[in-house]
Nanobody, 119 residues
Framework: QVQLVESGGGLVQTGGSLRLSCAAS????????MGWYRQAPGKQRDLVAS???????NYADSVKGRFTISRDNAKNTIYLQMNSLKPEDTAVYYC?????????????WGQGTQVTVSS
């Protein structure tokens, strides 16, 4: 079974940057359309960025122009570069296959990585 391990979160001030990583236990990132999700307290988990096998990226309006998703097939890892962070970006961030494309949860959720942006 595939395991996804997210890392790179932390506490940052408004306007700061973080780079999140998601390492997969098997070679999947070059097979599946992948995405980064986030879940703030009391809210649903939302897709914020996705990347297809053909490297086409898509972003939620709330992060467009500030976040960049990428992947390294050799390392079975996807990344989320987050710049110009805002307090409303505070959430636990997860990666998984793109559920909007597959219409189902493909892999078990990892533990996520906490991002906290202070004002």
């Amino acid at each position: 079974q595939v395991q996804l391990v997210e890392s790179g979160g932390g506490l940052v001030q408004t306007g700061g940057s973080l780079r999140l990583s998601c390492a997969a236990s098997r070679s999947i990132v070059n097979i599946y359309h992948m995405g980064w999700y986030r879940q703030a307290p009391g809210k649903q988990r939302d897709l914020v960025a996705s990347i297809t096998r053909g490297l086409i990226t898509n972003y939620a309006d709330s992060v467009k122009g500030r976040f960049t998703i990428s992947r390294d097939n050799a390392k079975n890892t996807i990344y989320l570069q987050m710049n110009s962070l805002k307090p409303e970006d505070t959430a636990v961030y997860y990666c998984n296959a793109d559920t909007t494309f597959y219409n189902t949860l493909v892999f078990p959720w990892g533990q996520g990585t906490q991002v906290t942006v202070s004002s």
